[in-house]
């Protein structure tokens, strides 16, 4: 029996912060061994919305470094930059001709990120989810391990398969999406009221991975909470539950013995000591990188033979695609 297939992305738009840590990136690291694994730096969702090219290129190794210092091991997964591997546009034209436009227009990240662009949007931004659906399907994929705002792309995914593989014929597999039952969905620390993101420009709202301990401390002292005093996880109480949250993921303590531990204690406390586990946590990973970025051919390597050893996978799904369309001689 072969072990499943987990395929996942991230967008080389900036640093990951720790919404991307803790609802996506630490749950791949920790499935390595069981699972058959590959991982995309999906720049041609990336460019939906302008970037810089300069600064996008940079973006893309940056990433690939954080990744591998985060714990990715190249003896156990793939990671590969999305446009290396030409099958995915490919693939994203074919699937463009059997999805209906209904099913695209009822996503909601579209309508937020549209609604705040206007009349910039572009087609890619609209087309955004086939282009993610070709990513999973491409690989025969099993698990989408991602975080919660991910979760109506995945499930488009398997109805495009569902309705691919019912007019023409078993081509895809159907994926399902893992969500992690605490991370899924980590706020910004300035406004508990909206999802952490890396195009949210506020200095206080997200924490990144390769913030020092400083800025760490700074973010988190000043994060908004309420006018209560006690240390409880009540989801009500958006602000505390959230900071609360994060604590319990990466010390992987209970909510009662969380709870336990500060009774009595005040919100300053609490987010001192949030602080210090936060920095703690980070550490390791931010030491490792320095490591890693210090010969930056290392990732570029790592990149080129990830790359090589999924496209075969690709080409034959694609293949078998075109074949039961009837598309080529
Ligand atoms: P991206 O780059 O926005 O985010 C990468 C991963 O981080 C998760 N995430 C969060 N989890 C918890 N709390 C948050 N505040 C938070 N913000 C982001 C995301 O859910 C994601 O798992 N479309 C995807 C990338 C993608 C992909 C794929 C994923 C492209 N192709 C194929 C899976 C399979 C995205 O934009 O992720």
Redesign the pocket.
């Known amino acids: 029996m072969t072990n499943k297939r987990v395929?996942?992305?991230?967008?080389p738009?900036g640093g990951i912060?720790l919404?991307?840590y803790?609802?996506?990136?630490q749950n791949w690291v920790r499935s390595q061994d069981e699972y058959d694994n590959i991982f995309?730096i999906?720049d041609l969702?990336a460019i939906t919305v302008y970037q810089d090219p300069k600064i996008l290129r940079k973006n893309i190794r940056e990433l690939a470094g954080i990744l591998f210092a985060c714990g990715l091991d190249p003896q156990k997964c793939s990671l590969f930059v999305q446009s290396d591997v030409t099958e995915h546009t490919e693939l994203t034209w074919i699937l463009n001709c059997t999805t209906p436009i209904g099913w695209m227009k009822r996503m909601t990240q579209f309508k937020d990120k549209s609604d705040k662009q206007k009349e910039k949007s572009t087609m890619g931004l609209f087309d955004?989810p086939v282009?993610?659906a070709a990513?999973?399907l491409l690989y025969e994929t099993d698990l989408?391990p991602?975080?919660?705002?991910?979760k109506q792309?995945?499930e488009l995914t398997r109805d495009i398969a569902e309705k691919f593989n019912g007019t023409y014929g078993p081509t895809f597999k159907i994926p399902e999406p893992v969500i992690p039952k605490v991370?899924?969905?980590?706020?910004g620390l300035d406004d508990p009221a909206k999802?952490?993101?890396?195009s949210e420009e506020k200095q206080g709202h997200a924490i990144f991975l390769l913030d020092e301990p400083d800025v760490i401390r700074k973010k988190i002292m000043r994060a908004t909470t309420d006018s209560l005093t006690t240390i409880q996880f009540d989801e009500s109480r958006a602000g505390i539950y959230n900071l609360l949250c994060i604590y319990q993921v990466l010390t992987g303590e209970g909510r009662d013995a969380i709870e336990k531990h500060f009774e009595g204690k005040g919100y300053g406390d609490f987010k001192k000591a949030l602080a210090e586990v936060v920095i703690e946590s980070l550490r390791p990973l931010q030491e490792k990188y320095q490591q890693i970025i210090a010969d930056p051919h290392y990732v570029e390597s790592l990149l080129k033979q990830g790359a090589s050893k999924i496209r075969p996978i690709a080409r034959r799904v694609v293949d078998a695609a075109k074949d039961r369309i009837g598309l080529g001689l």
């Not at 991602?146 to 991910?150: A, F, H």
């Not at 999802?195 to 890396?198: A, E, F, W, Y």
């Open positions: 395929l996942s992305g991230i967008q738009t912060h919404g991307n803790l609802g996506a990136v995309c999906v969702h955004y282009l993610m990513d999973i989408v991602v975080g919660e705002d991910q792309h995945v991370g899924a969905r980590v706020m999802k952490m993101s890396k």
